[in-house]
């Protein structure tokens, strides 16, 4: 029989909640290193996966191993010592290893602190890429291979003879230590290692129980396949990747279920604002916009507030879809809102929705920081302001409505879901109705915004011809100004875009300021050149987009405040300058404000030399394609899914293991179980479900307000 230790929790059951600290072996100080390693429980250790695997079942014989292959092999050290080069006077640290059928040399250069480590004698792993010894020209070398030293005989089965994980590791607490700890918790947590997932979910998706699932993936003796192990494939991994996205779905269809249950008075609408709108344009809705315009309106006439997404690439006209479920709700008596991240968009939006009501007499405020006109606020309170467009935090922290009915919320991504929330703790229930811009694809979209409803306008408005990208150099900016001339002196209009960064904003827009006097002066002194950036007042930045629209100036020099709304199908040229600093999303928006002509438009992409590997595979993705799905797969391949979704900001459960672009086929079995359940049991009430609203809770923790199960 086993004994426990002594220990501060000998008396109480086990836990997997429990610290990390009182595992055997841990105690405080190396408590504080699985704290580097994100690891505070016990949970915590179990889902700490290997980054790989590696296969001790078999060692390679020494006189096996092969030049250009990375190999294992296990033997004595027969020699240690550091010698030192001629030529470069490196110091470098030699092992001599063998096991009977041959040695190898291991090298380690400048770190003479290895002579510590080794002695000769003790039995060793070496890991890492053979080559010829670079000294003797024969004979195995291998440098700076990882190393396991086996001291312990009683340890031996642990770290060879079978399949070993490898995990990510922080100086002070090496994979072998932590092997060892995790066998220590596998012989106290073994039988609290409960399956809280009911077995007809197990039994349909073929998932094998979690006791197994964590005893195979940090002593694998099942699976042998080390292709599949090490591609993060196996069965343990789609039975951790399920539970991530089970409780994931399950927290969003709970939060889907409160929502339907709300009520508010269905809207009563006979569209006469709407018709006079649509009457007022020069141009004819697109057949996407008219089924979004009308999936809305089924929204809105029903006694549920509305919770809808709307995708669309940049361009396909998401803006006047918004403003007529808007009008809408002011044909109510209600008041509307678009929210927006920045001061700029707040902007951009507010003049161009001006003009687009401008014959509707209705009453419509910009509310920012720089722009609080006490009239305004006025209005809002008192119910006179039928459209309020105003940055998000602006809006949530200091505006009272008196009946905001509708709130519409642009570019979703740097907002997060929780959005709701802040309006609802303000005692608003108002319809939502989320923009996004970036489009991704519809399971995908439906897996992360799972509780909401989703409409796709997949069409853009007719006539626009695909813009020409080119990438230049530095080197070659006369190249790419000679190709700006040419449009302009056919009479074509261009945009000059300078980065803005935040940290150096006043550098940055010292820099676009100094350009513009260069490219007025130097380049282009025969036209006419505006001036646009954020540190404008609005009226004048307002004065300056007219000077351009109206054909008053030639080349806009603009920093990113032009990212959106405007709208001139004059000008077919935009350069970019400093490319590179700029994201995908932002590069899509930007080269969208080109090409709403007849005229064939292109977007130079002005990059510095020498571009960083994301960098380059971020402008060559914008030269292949104009497409916005296929610029967001490869952004959400290049950044990833946390900071692509920004699941930080979202107050989504984060993912730890499971991978939304590997696993996406989990993801969907996992939400479509999730929602059924839910539909079975809305409340979450029966017993058997009674591990699952634990788990929901601690996975949540206070981001999910699941009003019916707490
Ligand atoms: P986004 O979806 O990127 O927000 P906007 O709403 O800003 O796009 O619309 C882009 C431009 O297309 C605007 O100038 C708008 O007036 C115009 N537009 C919108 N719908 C149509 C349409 N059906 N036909 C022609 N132009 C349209
Ligand atoms: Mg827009």
Known sequence: MKTTLESPKMNLTPR????????????????ELFKKLNILTVEDALTHL????????????????????????????????INITSRKRMKIFELVVGDGTGIITAKWFNQPYMKNVFKVGQKVILNGKVKMNSYYGYGAEIDSPEYEIIDDEADVLLHTGRIVPIYPETSGLSSRQIRVIMKNIFDTYLSEIKDHLPAD?????????????????????????MALLN?????????????EFFFLELGLALRKKDMEKEKRDALKINGELLRQLINSLSFKLTSAQVRVIDEIKNDLISPHPM??????????????????????????????????????LAEQHYFNIKSLISK??????????????????????????????????LIQDDIRFKMLGLAVVDEQHKFGVMQRGALKKKGYNPDILIMTATPIPRTLAMSVYGDLDISVIDELPPGRTPIKT???????????????????????????????????????????TEMAEHLKKDIFPEYNLGLLHGRMKTEEKEKVMKDFKEGRTNILVSTTVIEVGIDVPNASVMLIE?????????????????????????????????????????????????????????????????????????????????????????????????????KKDSLLSMPEHNGLKTILRQRWLEKLELGTIS
């Open 578 to 678: 400093h490319a590179e600093r700029f994201g995908l999303a932002q590069l899509h928006q930007l080269r969208g404000r080109v090409g709403r002509g007849q005229y064939q438009s292109c977007c130079l992409l002005m990059a510095e030399y020498p571009l960083s590997d994301d960098a380059k595979r971020r402008l060559d993705i914008m030269i292949k394609t104009n497409n916005g799905f296929d610029i967001a797969e490869e952004d959400l391949n290049i950044r990833g899914p946390g900071e692509f979704f920004g699941t930080k900001q979202s107050g989504l459960p984060e993912l730890k293991n499971a991978n939304i672009l590997r696993d996406v086929k989990i993801l969907e079995a996992a939400r479509r179980e999730a929602f059924e359940l839910i």
């Open 201 to 225: 979910i197990l039994e349909h998706n073929k998932l094998i129980p979690l006791s197994t699932t964590f005893s195979e993936v940090h002593f694998p003796q099942m699976e042998k396949d």
């Open 16 to 31: 997997l909640t429990d610290s990390i600290q009182y595992v055997k072996g841990v105690g405080p100080k190396r408590a």
């Open 307 to 344: 919770n809808r997404l709307i995708q669309g690439d940049v361009g396909c006209g998401k803006t006047i879809v918004a403003l007529s479920a808007m009008l809408m709700a002011i044909e109510n008596g209600l008041q509307t809102v678009i929210m927006v991240p920045t001061e700029i």
């Open 50 to 81: 290997p980054r790989r695997y590696e296969d001790r079942g078999n060692f390679k014989k020494i006189s096996q191993i092969k030049y250009g292959e990375i190999e294992t092999i296990s033997g004595i050290v027969k020699a240690a010592g």
């Open 470 to 512: 080119l990438k230049f150099y530095k080197s070659h900016r006369l190249e790419a100004f000679k190709l700006v001339k040419k449009e302009l002196s056919n009479g074509r209009q261009c945009y000059i875009i300078y980065p803005l960064i935040e940290e150096s904003e006043k550098v940055d827009l010292k820099a676009a």
């Open 231 to 243: 591609s993060g494939r196996s069965e343990m991994y789609r039975r951790l990747a399920f539970d």
């Open 360 to 393: 509707l007499s209705l009453k419509i405020v910009l509310l920012t920081s720089s722009r609080k006109d006490k009239e305004d606020i006025k209005a809002v309170e008192d119910g006179n302001a039928n459209i309020v467009i105003g940055t998000h935090a």
